[in-house]
């Protein structure tokens, strides 16, 4: 298992984030991977705004994940409204 996530997965979690809309400078997505996988609301560090942080799971296949990050981050999507 490679801890580190490669251009390929990014581009996966691309795809799912640009389909819902969400702008790729609002995402801080972690370079390497953890257990269980996450994606939450979080201060922007630098940047001075929110963004959502997404950590890609250690274990879990990404295309297996991926529904379940796309269903986490519309409901992060609904709370804003």
């Not at 581009?11 to 969400?22: K, P």
């Not at 995402?27 to 940047?47: C, F, Q, T, V, Y």
């Not at 994940?65 to 981050?73: D, R, Y």
């Amino acid at each position: 298992m490679n801890d580190v996530i490669t251009m390929e997965e990014i581009g996966m979690v691309y795809d799912v984030t640009d389909a819902l809309g969400i702008d790729r400078e609002d995402l801080n997505i972690e370079l390497g991977k953890e257990d269980p996988g996450s994606w939450s609301r979080a201060p922007g560090g630098m940047m001075r705004r929110e963004v959502i942080a997404i950590t890609l799971p250690l274990s879990t296949p990404l295309d297996e994940w991926l529904p379940a990050l796309e269903a986490g981050l519309r409901e992060l999507l609904e709370e804003e409204r």
